[in-house]
């Protein structure tokens, strides 16, 4: 990551760590254990990091895991609403074709 403020400029490396913290309690021990998984992606093809993450926490944690690269899922009233403006905007376009 490079960022320039002001004429300066800042170099900084990221991690190619990726960790899970977690802890399991046994109700009425009073106890926790501490449970922390770590990924080193430094020799993973960035074109893998993706996957290699989405199985690492479908492994290690209880997220639910999606590909964030792509818009999340619309609902089925957003659906209907996206197709109603863009039937709208259809309706408009031919008008003003038309018109000319």
């Given amino acids: 990551m490079s960022l320039s403020l002001g004429g300066e400029h800042l170099t900084m490396q990221g991690s190619t760590k990726a960790v899970i913290k977690a802890s399991i309690t046994i109700a009425g021990t009073k106890t926790v254990l501490p449970i922390t998984v770590e990924g080193e992606f430094k020799d993973i093809p960035v074109h893998l990091h993706q996957l290699y993450m989405q199985s690492m ?18 609902t089925i009233e957003e659906q209907k609403s996206e197709w109603r403006w863009n039937r709208i905007v259809e309706i408009i376009g031919k008008a003003i074709t038309n018109g000319r």
């Fill in 57 to 74: 926490l479908a492994s290690y944690s209880n997220t639910n895991v999606y590909d964030n690269t792509k818009e999340e899922p619309k």
